[in-house]
């Protein structure tokens, strides 16, 4: 009888030790998934565009509507330049900024081919905003072209290029835009490259 109730004790202790070491852990998995970022509101990114591209043009809010309704609040722009040409096949150079919203910005770089009926060239600024990115890191990699997403009013243009679930949607303008029927991806990375593949 004693040691049973002995056993009953060591098994209670055993389970309550269990249930206090418990809440740590749970607490430490908690910590460890990623806090999601906040959202840029339609004001904020029509008042940066406007800002950077300084230009308060109503084609401008045209582009920001259509892609803020589509695809909804981003969690980062992309804030740079891009210059490229093409006869056929094409190449595409960037560099800029991106910015979380309350977060220090951090220098990207981009590049890329095309291939279609693609003809001219271009020296452009790029206002890009960026969705379902967790982090920076996640940026790092090639983002193909949406078929059929191009959308184009007065000098500005946009379309859309995605990597899973991660979709940007870069707004151009400047000297010489060109957009033809292509087969394109951005491919984004943190030092400047000259292989655009």
Known sequence: MYRKSKNMLLSALLLAAAGVAAPPRIAAAAQAA????ATYS???VTKAANDFFKNGAQDL???LQKVLKEKGQPVAIIRGEEAGGAIGVGLRYGHGELVYKGGAGQKVFWQG???GF???AN???VFALVYDLPDSAHLFRRYPGVEGSLYFVGGFGVNYVQNGSSVIAPVRFGVGWRQGVAVSYMHFSPQKRINPF
């Open 34 to 37: 990623p806090a999601p970022h």
């Open 42 to 44: 339609d004001d904020e």
């Open 61 to 63: 809010g045209k582009v």
């Open 113 to 115: 081919p095309s291939l």
């Open 118 to 120: 693609d003809v001219g």
């Open 123 to 125: 020296a452009v600024k």
